[in-house]
Nanobody, 121 residues
Framework: QVQLVESGGGLVQPGGSLRLSCAAS????????MGWYRQAPGKQRELVAA???????NYADSVKGRFTISRDNAKNTVYLQMNSLKPEDTAVYYC???????????????WGQGTQVTVSS
């Protein structure tokens, strides 16, 4: 069993900052890609940022230069630092972590429970 626990969402004014965290625990042999997605009301879930085991990152065009994804492999945790937040960043943010539970198993993508980010004055 694997559990993901997210934290760090909330209400912030435009131009403000938030930092999201997502920690994985349980049966973990190795972790490959860690990512953040978001889903606004009435819209499809979209990739915000991802980071692979080698540290290579990928960002949605809408957040480049404002958001930074990072990971702490010792803590099985992925972070999303969000700066210069805009009202259009308002959404539920979900982490997704690609985990191999045992030496013999394949990779499985696990989702966090979601955390609300609201950008409003």
């Amino acid at each position: 069993q694997v559990q993901l626990v997210e934290s760090g969402g909330g209400l912030v004014q435009p131009g403000g900052s938030l930092r999201l965290s997502c920690a994985a625990s349980g049966s973990i042999f190795s972790i490959n890609v860690m990512g953040w997605y978001r889903q606004a009301p009435g819209k499809q879930r979209e990739l915000v940022a991802a980071i692979n085991s080698g540290g290579r990152t990928n960002y949605a065009d809408s957040v480049k230069g404002r958001f930074t994804i990072s990971r702490d492999n010792a803590k099985n945790t992925v972070y999303l630092q969000m700066n210069s937040l805009k009202p259009e960043d308002t959404a539920v943010y979900y982490c997704n972590i690609d985990i191999r539970s045992t030496y013999y198993s394949g990779n499985t993508g696990y989702w966090g429970q979601g955390t609300q980010v609201t950008v409003s004055s």
